[in-house]
């Protein structure tokens, strides 16, 4: 038995295993993740116009599935990366590639044109989600900010990456990189997480909101942790106490915490779309409010939850 006061290994290492399953999924060490990318930013050369195109650091790259870490998750902590996803045998794309190769150029390193050629990298392609080509994407500090698919005019690609400086750099110099500032306050709740205390983690987020409510990072590192915590506390009982009250809908919000605790995101999201078509009044209300808890958790980047959001709405409508 273990002392009062004094922490239970068996509990630490539950709550370790359940933050390494949901590693990928949520990504509840995300800001984390934000400031070592960051680092490794800082540390590569600016993006350069005067860089021969394709060359690492110019503002032309050819990415692969090697090099897509730095040049483009890396360096969108940088500046926003434009993903120009081709092939060889598309007309569409040789007719935008050459426009979008001359934008960058001209933006004198104010964004970075990262092309990747789906035939020599369908990992890539596939974990981009791509429909078809061209396909334009673009990344902002790690994540997808914006996209369109299929050939568009040159004004358009203009607009397309202006606004996409002014709303991610505001509007920053040609060659200027976006200050990154550390929050010292993080590093609590950074060590807990590392060590798998859950309660630390959740108290030191707390203290950050109380001084600072519009902090940037802890307000959803929070929900994800407290998310972390509904689902240890409900354990893999859960599932089967749900499957036993299908209408219960206290019981189906915890065997959903505990899926999506565990990383199966669209199982949790498939169990409340099954309770809101199901029930009516309150307990649909009810709910649809804690899918759309577990929609914040996930992030409005995540596709599945976008998919998940028109199943709701159709489910509701």
């Known amino acids: 038995m273990t002392r009062p006061g004094r922490p239970d290994p068996r509990a630490q290492a539950q709550q370790a295993q359940m933050a390494a399953a949901m590693a990928g999924a949520v990504d509840l060490a995300a800001v984390k993740a934000r400031s070592e990318a960051a680092a490794r930013a800082q540390a590569a050369p600016p993006?350069?116009?005067?860089?021969?195109?394709?060359?690492?650091?110019?503002?032309?790259?050819?990415?692969?599935?090697?090099?897509?870490?730095?040049e483009v998750l890396d360096r969108s902590f940088q500046v926003p990366v434009v993903l120009d996803l081709w092939a060889e045998w598309c007309g569409p794309c040789k007719q935008l590639s050459p426009v979008l190769e001359a934008l960058a150029v001209e933006g004198g390193g104010s964004w970075v044109l990262a092309k990747v050629d789906v035939e020599a990298n369908p990992a890539l392609a596939q974990g981009l989600r791509v429909q078809g080509i061209p396909a334009v994407k673009a990344v902002w500090q790690?994540?997808?900010?914006?996209?369109?698919?299929?050939?568009?005019?040159?004004?358009?690609?203009?607009?397309?990456?202006?606004?996409?400086v002014q709303a991610t750099t505001g509007g920053a110099v040609p060659g200027g990189a976006p200050e990154?500032?550390?929050d010292p306050r993080l590093d609590a709740a950074e060590a807990a997480l590392e060590r798998g205390d859950l309660a630390a983690a959740e108290a030191a987020y707390q203290a950050i909101l109380a001084e600072d409510p519009d902090h940037p990072d802890a307000a959803l590192a929070l929900r994800q942790v407290q998310l972390f915590r509904r689902a240890e506390e409900a354990g893999p009982d859960a599932l089967a106490a749900a499957d036993a009250a299908p209408d219960d809908v206290a019981a189906q919000a915890r065997a959903a915490d505990f899926l999506?605790?565990?990383?199966?995101i669209e199982a949790a999201f498939d169990r409340l779309l099954d309770l809101v078509r199901r029930t009516a009044g309150e307990e649909r209300n009810q709910a649809r409010q804690h899918l759309v808890e577990l929609f914040a958790v996930v992030g409005d980047q995540d596709p599945r939850v976008a998919t998940a959001r028109r199943q709701l709405t159709a489910a509701l409508f």
């Open 260 to 264: 999506l605790g565990t990383g199966n």
């Open 180 to 182: 990154e500032v550390e």
């Open 47 to 70: 993006p350069s116009a005067a860089a021969p195109a394709g060359a690492p650091g110019g503002a032309v790259v050819d990415v692969t599935e090697a090099t897509f870490q730095a």
């Open 142 to 164: 790690g994540q997808l900010v914006a996209e369109f698919t299929g050939a568009i005019p040159e004004e358009q690609a203009r607009q397309f990456v202006t606004e996409l």
